[in-house]
T-cell receptor, first 115, second 110 residues
């Protein structure tokens, strides 16, 4: 079974500051990890994903995340926040085997960006 | 390229009325399909998933049902809505473990 913990349901940063959204996972099999972003009243948009290979993954809108197996973490970062980054962010994990690609989501982190 | 459609975008229904939400995917074949509900303060809850026509698995016992009459069509239904069915319903499709989401349907049950 898999689980995801997102530390901090709300994160607030100033425009231009570093964005760091934390995600820790638990998985009994090698995980595939994802970050999604959701703007109000919209569906989820895939930001980036880790499956295999390079542990530093770059996504859209200047975001990146690093898979750290020893820390069971997949934190999302962006060097400089923009007002348009204000949204809710979800970390998710899927395991192999017969999971049929079923994602397990974290509870989400709402990012607020102040001018 | 692949696209996913959901309709209606918003819906207001009285308690006890029936429900039918539709999701269609274009540009891919034999996708896995999923229905999620997002209720206030409760995160994303997987309701149903399907790996093929007529193959539906339920994740949570509830007042809802799902059907997949065609390869790229996924329908969420209810015979009698409850207040607790209110929420934002998201359809998703996947190939090779990456899920892509539709725009969602906002359902309000009064």
């Amino acid at each position: 079974a898999q689980s995801v913990t997102q530390l901090g349901s709300h994160v607030s940063v100033s425009e231009g500051a570093l964005v760091l959204l934390r995600c820790n996972y638990s998985s009994s099999v090698p995980p595939y990890l994802f970050w999604y972003v959701q703007y109000p009243n919209q569906g989820l948009q895939l930001l980036l994903k880790y499956t295999t290979g390079a542990t530093l993954v770059k996504g859209i809108n200047g975001f990146e995340a690093e898979f750290k197996k020893s820390e069971t973490s997949f934190h999302l970062t962006k060097p400089s926040a923009h007002m348009s980054d204000a949204a809710e962010y979800f970390c998710a994990v899927v395991g192999g085997g017969t999971s049929y690609g079923k994602l397990t989501f974290g509870q989400g982190t709402i990012l607020t960006v102040h001018p | 390229s692949q696209t996913i459609h959901q309709w209606p975008a918003t819906l207001v229904q009285p308690v006890g009325s029936p429900l039918s939400l539709e999701c269609t995917v274009e540009g891919t074949s034999n996708p896995n399909l999923y229905w999620y509900r997002q209720a206030a303060g409760r995160g994303l809850q997987l309701l149903f998933y399907s790996v093929g026509i007529g193959q539906i698995s339920s994740e949570v016992p509830q007042n809802l049902s799902a059907s997949r009459p065609q390869d790229r069509q996924f329908i969420l239904s209810s015979k009698k809505l409850l207040l607790s069915d209110s929420g934002f319903y998201l359809c998703a499709w996947s190939v090779q473990d990456t899920q892509y989401f539709g725009p969602g349907t906002r359902l309000t049950v009064l």
